[in-house]
């Protein structure tokens, strides 16, 4: 029932762009995205609620793919401060939430 | 940004005492929030989801007599962990929903790092 985000782990240079998934086996209804620094609590990024839809900022985004049952976050020129474990939650039509195994992405000078 | 905070940070206990933990959103009211816990190196799970006013929901999988939840006003939830074991020792961490606007943002606190001996 957890999600699966891939890749599991990611090292970018600054500058570079980077896809995380994160693939559910149910029906989802809506997708969070949050990034966790170590030893901190996770940070809310954006929630998407409709199949189909994208939202972000300039250079962090991300879709749902209700049908499939996807969403992916795009990070593109990816700074320093973008390092972090990303993970995705997911609610289900079953009223059920489960954070996904989450995908570590170090940025490198 | 909206600010929340956890109190206390860290703590540490004995087997089979209980411990309460504190949420506050302090600059805005949060009708809803919402408790996870992180084992080391995994993902966080959610617990249950607060609501103010009204019995807290919780997840499957999640005692609601060992966990107990009260949100007794618009700025502050507790999560009141029964008769610890060491096996309760985790990473708490609550979050508070503000509403409002094209979509709801949630604002997670520091957490809680709890050692049951």
């Known amino acids: 029932q957890q999600p699966v985000q891939s890749p599991q782990a990611v090292i970018l240079r600054e500058g570079e762009d980077a896809v995380i998934n994160c693939s559910s086996s149910k029906a989802l209804y809506s997708v969070h995205w949050y990034r966790q620094k170590h030893g901190e609590a996770p940070v809310f990024l954006m929630i998407l609620l409709k199949g189909g839809e994208q939202k972000g900022h300039e250079k962090i985004s991300a879709s749902f793919n209700e049908k499939k049952q996807q969403s992916s976050l795009y990070l593109t020129a990816s700074q320093l401060s973008y390092s972090g474990t990303y993970f995705c939650g997911t609610e289900n039509t079953g009223n059920q939430f489960y954070f996904g195994t989450g995908t570590s992405l170090t940025v490198i000078p | 940004g909206a600010v929340v905070s956890q109190h206390p940070s860290r703590v540490i206990c004995k087997s089979g005492t209980s411990v309460k933990i504190e949420c506050r959103s302090l600059d805005f009211q949060a009708t809803t929030m919402f408790w996870y816990r992180q084992f080391p190196k995994q993902s966080l799970m959610l617990m249950a989801t607060?609501?103010?006013?009204?019995?807290?929901?919780?997840e499957q999988g999640v005692e609601k007599d060992k966990f107990l939840i009260n949100h007794a006003s618009l700025t502050l939830s507790t999560l009141t962990v029964t008769s610890a074991h060491p096996e309760d020792s985790s990473f708490y961490i609550c979050?508070?929903?503000?509403?409002?606007?094209?979509?709801?943002?949630?604002?997670f606190g520091p957490g809680t790092r709890l050692t049951v001996l």
């Open positions: 979050s508070a929903l503000l509403a409002g606007g094209p979509t709801d943002t949630q604002y």
């Open positions: 607060s609501n103010e006013g009204s019995k807290a929901t919780y």
